[in-house]
């Protein structure tokens, strides 16, 4: 059974940092890309940043390059998102997920999503 468990979620001040996790089980890392979305009261989801199994290409959202960093440690099946220079804007449940094709492939397994808030 596939499974995401994100962790790492809470309240920051505006310049502050967070490092989310996502744990996953089930499948073989290398096979998988997985990608951070995030979904703000009121907005649509978007997708923050992705990494790909494979070959560790990453990728990231205009609105997070230079401030958020993925990687992931592949012997833990563990992805992780450093968020730094947080913004307000930034405040919106994360979700990780996982594509068996690419980062800019379908995304068919999702974790429950962590909370994260940033005060001004």
């Known amino acids: 059974e596939v499974q995401l468990v994100e962790s790492g979620g809470g309240l920051v001040q505006a310049g502050g940092s967070l490092r989310l996790s996502c744990a996953a089980s089930g499948f073989t890392f290398d096979d998988y890309a997985i990608g951070w979305f995030r979904q703000a009261p009121g907005k649509g989801r978007e997708r923050v940043s992705c990494?790909?199994?494979?070959?560790?290409?990453?990728f990231y959202a205009d609105s997070v390059k230079g401030r958020f960093t993925i990687f992931s440690d592949n012997a833990k099946n563990t992805v992780y998102l450093q968020m730094s220079s947080l913004k307000p804007e930034d405040t919106a449940v994360y979700y990780c997920?996982?594509?068996?094709?690419?980062?800019?492939?379908?995304?068919?397994?999702w974790g429950q999503g962590t909370q994260v808030t940033v005060s001004s």
């Open positions: 997920a996982a594509s068996d094709h690419s980062c800019s492939g379908a995304y068919g397994y």
């Open positions: 990494i790909s199994g494979s070959d560790g290409s990453s």
